[in-house]
């Protein structure tokens, strides 16, 4: 079959996982086998779960080292293995690659349509090597196609941010017209969320974060911003949730806790109405639980409590539409390979506003 992949490619590797820490090195470029395609990444956006996974954050998700990171790659088709008839792939393809690389479509959750969460799921990233990288393998089913009108750049953090919050939004309950607050307004997770509940959902949003985020965060949405550190009468817990109550008039219909912060759980659910939701996305460093789920509390007015991980095929297509459509479009910071532990560093000490983007390799 014709080709358009190198002997050998670029590769960023973990070279001392639990630390910041990266190094560019040369790889031996892979050959699709059955059902696989080879995939020339062109960008690929970088994660709070990339450097989790790197510091080693998460109990049962350590990096080994030598570990190529990345699950938010764009790139097109460069190869093909055996049997990809029947995936409608070709060749010169624009394709996506997702935080679930590979699931097996059989077990209750992909039934389900809880790709994310498959027993037999593959990590890009963990399981199975990145798109911090000019060449990858994937799974020819599981690609998801970029559409025209969508630059590779805007999209490849859609690909997990985006789809993140999408999934995570329509897990809230809330209808168009309730209040939504999303916590972690300012970042990778939260920008995307707060122009999918305002824009295509129809929510009235209220984002939380620091100070000095306040005019992106009402740029992407929110009606209202409140900042987290902010100084006052009493302490920063009570005063979000009276500021909160008082905005929304008996509280929010849904929070959606895009930080991983436990500070943000803890006081979500004082501030949720009658028949509210907390979904939890960022996953914090040290598992704590949820301070004020007191049984008492939760009965009185029915409160929920939902999970959600990343979305599956069909809602990356959704997602991807939107952006199509000009609904949600990613503010990005684009970097080149060589500054990703600067990244790293950036996103550690939260002052990154939207998503970081690495330009692999150039568009032919």
């Not at 070279?15 to 470029?29: A, F, H, R």
């Not at 750049?153 to 999934?167: E, N, R």
């Not at 930080?259 to 996953?283: D, I, M, R």
């Amino acid at each position: 079959m014709s080709s358009t992949a190198h002997h050998t490619h670029r590769a960023l590797i973990y070279d001392s996982p639990g630390n910041v820490s990266t190094k560019i090195v040369e790889l031996e470029t892979p050959e699709p086998g059955m059902g696989e395609i080879l995939v020339k990444i062109t960008h690929t956006g970088v994660c709070y779960s990339d450097m989790s996974i790197m510091l080693n954050s998460w109990e049962g998700m350590h990096a080994k080292v030598g570990q190529v990171g990345g699950h938010e790659g764009v790139g097109t088709i460069a190869k093909l293995g055996p049997s990809c008839d029947h995936a409608n792939v070709k060749l010169g393809d624009r394709v996506g690659i997702k935080w679930t690389a590979s699931a097996c479509g059989n077990c209750d959750p992909c039934m389900a349509g809880a790709d994310g969460i498959c027993v037999k799921q593959k990590v890009s990233g963990y399981h199975c090597p990145g798109t911090f990288q000019e060449y990858v393998l994937s799974p020819c089913h599981y690609v998801t196609p970029i559409p025209d009108g969508v630059p590779s750049d805007i999209a490849a953090p859609l690909l997990c941010g985006g789809l993140t919050s999408y999934s995570a939004l329509k897990k809230s309950r809330a209808q168009p017209g309730d209040w939504v607050v999303i916590a972690g307004a300012g970042g990778g997770l939260g920008h995307l969320a707060l122009q999918i509940g305002s824009r295509s959902m129809g929510f009235r949003i209220i984002g939380l974060d620091v100070g000095g985020k306040e005019e992106f965060v009402k740029s992407c949405g929110a009606e209202v911003f409140i900042d987290v550190l902010k100084k006052g009468e009493g302490e920063a817990e009570d005063r979000v949730t009276t500021e909160i109550m008082r905005i929304t008039g008996g509280g929010a219909a849904a929070v959606v806790v895009c930080s991983g912060s436990n500070a943000a759980y803890a006081q979500a659910l004082s501030y949720l109405k009658f028949n509210g939701t907390l979904v939890c996305v960022g996953v914090p460093a040290e598992p704590v639980a949820i301070a004020n789920a007191i049984p008492g509390a939760m009965v009185g007015k029915q409160l929920n409590i939902v999970g959600s991980t990343v979305g599956n095929r069909k809602e990356a297509m959704e997602i991807l539409d939107l952006a199509k459509r000009g609904l949600v479009k990613t503010a990005i910071r684009k970097e080149k390979m060589e500054n990703m532990s600067s990244v790293f560093r950036d996103m550690k000490a939260g002052t990154l506003q939207g998503r970081v983007v690495i330009e692999i390799a150039p568009e032919s």
